[in-house]
């Protein structure tokens, strides 16, 4: 196995968020009188995965001249109840599996709060999990490496034996600022590669198939 230590992200890695983010985000935009024929819901896909939900606030709201504080609080109004419906990606649980009977441990590094354990709790998924970093352990976000290093201390982790697995050139970069490998996970191929991942996959299969092959 290439590496004994994954590090994983949350949303759009594991569990796949966007669909609830991207309406939470429109129902926000017309909760603050934008006309629904105005909204584009993949330019907001877009932009959430190519950079980030704050840079899809920054946009938005100027965009439609909008307050960005409160387009973020109507927003987190939205979707608090649509983590609720979000389902795992294809390939996450046999990926979990076949790494932890290998020896393997997984921990999640999320800027979610505590909600985002009771997601994998309900999916079955979060017995996998050796340890995590939430929103509510107040580190700096990806791409600063402090909440991966936190974990590699507290868990004893090389961080030479990880590899930090997200679908965005922060989590790839955090994990390259911790002294980690890189995997970046791009259903669509829309990252445009700005942190050189050891590998790029379009499906969880493919990471299962390249981790497992040594």
Known sequence: MRYQNLFWDFDGTLVNTYPGMVAAFSEALVDDGVNDFEIDTVEIYKTMRQHSLGTALQRFS?????????????????????????????????LLTAVGQR??????V????????????????????TGAVTAA?????????????????QYDVDP???????????????????GMAGALFDPEHL????????????????????????
Not at 113 to 128: C, M, Q, S, Y
Not at 160 to 178: E, S, W
Not at 196 to 213: C, M
Request: aromatic share 6%; glycine share 6%.
């Open 137 to 153: 352990d107040q580190y700096p976000r990806k791409p600063d490496p402090t909440s991966l290093q936190a974990l590699c201390r």
């Open 160 to 178: 030479q034996t990880a590899i930090m697995i997200g679908d965005r050139n922060l989590d790839v970069q955090a994990g390259h600022r911790a």
């Open 191 to 214: 990252i445009v590669d700005e942190s050189q991942p050891e590998i790029r996959v379009t499906q969880l299969g493919e990471l299962q198939t390249w981790l497992l092959a040594k």
């Open 110 to 129: 999320t800027h979610r709060d505590a909600k985002a354990l009771d997601r994998l709790t309900e999916l079955g998924l979060k017995a996998a999990f």
């Open 62 to 94: 100027a965009e439609f001249s909008l307050g960005k504080e409160r387009l973020a609080k109507l927003y987190q109004l939205a979707a608090a109840p649509k983590l609720a419906q979000a389902q795992a990606f294809v390939g996450a649980a046999e």
């Open 103 to 108: 020896g393997g441990h997984h921990f999640l």
